[in-house]
């Protein structure tokens, strides 16, 4: 997550990083921000409510002029598989609204089913705290980063929580289920009843199709 760790003195929401010293106007932030994006290794872009694209840096323009994970439609970021399309279009405008759900550090959606071939895109949201004047300035709602998995890499939670549409509680369980097992440790861990881990695994063997916990274990390590 190396290029994350390098986004983050960008869009910090907690603190005042730098680039948002180096003026007041929006013109200076817009280009201190997509001057500082052309030197982050991953693909970046800065995409509105509809998902046009206000920036994109040079691995982000490759990988549209490939057009084998995403492509420009009218000036706006699609995805080619067309489920994912609709999972990003979907994502954008939560992030338009203020959507909750998004969190503060996004989400992760995977752009490729393929193990050994496998593209993670993490939409982070610019609607609040530090990151809307980010936003505001270059007009954008959401910044994309987009890199590939290393082969056989363990899904990151987000991924598992989308292509599973699971319930915040239980993405809670099942981060859980790394460090404890059984009903009764992982009660005492998250602080819950017994009764409510039950039902919380319940729906997560029913979501996931599997039935026990070490099942969920390695659905999580990615074995």
Known sequence: MRFLKK???????GSSPKIFRLGRSHKTTEQALTTAL???????LLVGAAGAITFANAPAKKLLEEAVLIHGQKGALRAIAPETDRILRDTFAAAANGDASLGVRGVEVRLTTAKDDAWLAHILPLTSGRRQQAGQANHAVAAVFIRKLAPNAPLPLEVIATRYKLLPSEVRVLDALAKVQGVRELSEMLGVSQATVKTHLHNLFRKTGTKRQGELVRLVAGI
């Open 7 to 13: 986004a983050a003195c960008f869009f910090k929401s």
């Open 38 to 44: 052309d030197y982050v290794e991953a693909a970046v």
